[in-house]
T-cell receptor, first 116, second 110 residues
């Protein structure tokens, strides 16, 4: 089956710094990727839709200047959490849509961000 | 907001069938029913999806009622490794966005 990777799998950073998370589709091309965040014991919340070669579409309430998304190639999307604060600590998960497989979405393993 | 309603939790004995219900009474004609599951601290895993016909794959079966207002995911022989949160999601159209509800925590008991 299709594989999506995320890097890093976990990261700890100081408050005020920026953190970049990568999402890669390893064996298929994805013109569309999605970014989610998940707080402990809660469901996944869709943050934004990442489209290759164009600007991301953010869900209501998500600050686009804080969560920068770049989808520069058909296999890579990045999420940068700028000026991170402790309340940004969360589990960030990406998914990639495989247009060759009925638009099925395949999820990455997630990135655990802890901001001190 | 999620368009589906699921029970918050269910138990199932190992080796028995697990039947997970989902209500989606406002589903539109072009929307699909997808099922994903999430094992603790991992990314969601695709299980199955359907439009109106019943579907079966190596993991599970999906039974959709004739009026499409509800569905049931069936794991025929549950194992301990099937313990997870199961999400029923209705999606379709141009965006293909998956809006996750609260899901059902399935606990498979030995």
């Amino acid at each position: 089956g299709a594989v999506v990777s995320q890097h890093p799998s976990w990261v700890i950073c100081k408050s005020g710094t920026s953190v970049k998370i990568e999402c890669r589709s390893l064996d298929f091309q994805a013109t569309t990727m999605f970014w989610y965040r998940q707080f402990p014991k809660q469901s996944l919340m869709l943050m934004a839709t990442s489209n290759e070669g164009s600007k991301a579409t953010y869900e209501q309430g998500v600050e686009k200047d804080k969560f920068l998304i770049n989808h520069a190639s058909l296999t890579l999307s990045t999420l940068t959490v700028t000026s991170a604060h402790p309340e940004d600590s969360s589990f960030y998960i990406c998914s990639a849509m495989d247009t060759q497989s009925y638009n099925e979405q395949f999820f990455g393993p997630g990135t655990r961000l802890t901001v001190l | 907001d999620a368009k589906t309603t699921q029970p918050p939790s269910m138990d199932c004995a190992e080796g028995r069938a697990a039947n997970l219900p989902c209500n989606h009474s406002t589903i539109s004609g072009n929307e699909y029913v997808y099922w994903y599951r999430q094992i603790h601290s991992q990314g969601p895993q695709y299980i199955i999806h359907g439009l109106k016909n019943n579907e079966t794959n190596e993991m599970a079966s999906l039974i959709i009622t004739e009026d499409r207002k509800s569905s049931t995911l069936i794991l025929p022989h549950a194992t301990l490794r099937d313990t997870a949160v199961y999400y029923c999601i209705v999606t379709g159209g141009a965006t293909n966005k998956l809006i996750f509800g609260t899901g059902t925590l399935l606990a498979v008991q030995p």
